[in-house]
C-alpha cells in the first residue's frame, strides 16, 4: 500500500517559513514515505491527541500527522523545540 500525503493549510505555512534546505529534506522524506507499506514502525503514537496522533522525527524537525486508511494528513511541522507547545 502506499500512501497520500495530504498537508493541512496550517502545515503548508509552517513549510512556507522554513529553510529551502529543510524544505528539500523534508520533501525528500515525504517522497519516501508515500513509497511506504506502513509508516507505524516509523512513527510514534501520541498520547497528547489534541496535536495529532503520530509524530516523525526528520532531525530537529517533528511532524505531526493523522492516518486515514491510505491517506496522511499533515497537520503541523515544527522544531522539536517549539512542537508541543501550543
Known amino acids: 500500500m502506499s500512501y497520500t500525503i495530504l498537508f493541512s493549510e496550517r502545515a503548508k505555512k509552517d513549510v512556507g517559513q522554513l529553510d529551502a534546505v529543510i524544505q528539500k529534506r523534508l520533501a525528500k522524506k515525504f ?9 507505524k514502525p516509523l512513527a510514534k503514537h501520541l498520547t497528547n491527541f489534541d496535536a495529532g496522533t503520530y509524530r ?27 512542537c508541543y507547545h501550543q
Open 31 to 39: 517522497k519516501q514515505i508515500s513509497q511506504l507499506d506502513d509508516i
Open 56 to 82: 516523525l522525527r526528520i532531525g530537529d524537525y517533528r511532524v505531526v500527522f493523522d492516518i486515514d486508511n491510505s491517506d496522511i494528513y499533515i497537520l503541523r511541522i515544527r522544531h522539536r523545540k517549539e
